[in-house]
């Protein structure tokens, strides 16, 4: 089956630790995504990345960083930097770029990862 | 900086019900704009995706609208179901930028 998976599911983290969440999609698409979810808010972007081994920053980048050494995969690290990691975390990808002139694609989102500062 | 607005927030109804979700937007110069539903403690699903160029898109019982110069657009669900019960967010690209700016969502109750 095609699709975006995420792990773990559930992830919980010491204060002053690195964490990875791991994002695979097997879509052949160019484009991924990182989103957070907090309860109330809608979903903000960390970093996304157009082709392989190239990355921008989105609205909240601070505290994160990311990878994009193969098509299929996005892993992000939250590190000791970010301040209030506790959210529920997606990873998305699509075709191109969303949004873009002419733009028609869909973004398809994994299952998400919650992440718990202990 | 896009805007993205969701009312109502919440929304109760019961089984059999047409329904209407709104969407609205602060920059009208927009490529698309989509509806995703998300289920609790999972991830999104694409709804419907309408290009700046449609006025209506339609899947099964949905039905999505966009008026660009007005700033909205509107999500008809036909004969609600308890399985339709979910949080729906729309999201449209910000204004020059590919991200893509999210409502806060409306969370839907379909009553038995």
């Known amino acids: 089956d095609g699709g975006i998976t995420q792990s773990p599911k559930y992830l919980f983290r010491k204060e002053g630790q690195n964490v990875t969440l791991s994002c695979e999609q097997n879509?052949?698409?160019?484009?991924m995504y990182w989103y957070r979810q907090d309860p109330g808010q809608g979903l903000r972007l960390i970093y996304y990345?157009?082709?392989?081994?190239?990355?921008q920053k989105g609205d909240i980048a601070e505290g994160y960083s990311v990878s994009r050494e193969k098509k299929e995969s996005f892993p992000l690290t939250v590190t000791s930097a970010q301040k209030n990691p506790t959210a529920f975390y997606l990873c998305?990808?699509?075709?191109?770029?969303?949004?873009?002139?002419?733009?028609?694609?869909?973004?398809?989102f994994g299952p998400g990862t919650r992440l718990t500062v202990l | 900086k896009q805007e993205v607005t969701q009312i109502p927030a919440a929304l109760s109804v019961p089984e059999g019900e047409n329904l209407v979700l709104n969407c609205s937007f602060t920059?009208?110069?927009?490529?698309?704009l989509q509806w995703f539903r998300q289920d609790p403690g999972k991830g999104l699903t694409s709804l419907l995706l309408?290009?700046?160029?449609?006025r209506e898109q339609t899947s099964g019982r949905l039905n999505a609208s966009l008026d660009k110069s007005s700033g909205r657009s509107t999500l008809y669900i036909a004969a609600s179901q308890p399985g339709d019960s979910a949080t729906y967010l729309c999201?449209?690209?910000?204004?020059?930028?590919?991200?893509?700016?999210f409502g806060k969502g409306t969370k839907l109750s379909v009553i038995p």
């Open positions: 998305a990808s699509s075709m191109r770029l969303a949004g873009g002139a002419g733009a028609t694609d869909t973004q398809y």
């Open positions: 879509l052949n698409h160019d484009a």
């Open positions: 990345s157009q082709i392989v081994n190239d990355f």
């Open positions: 920059d009208s110069a927009i490529y698309n």
């Open positions: 309408i290009q700046s160029s449609q």
């Open positions: 999201a449209v690209p910000g204004a020059g930028s590919y991200q893509l700016t």
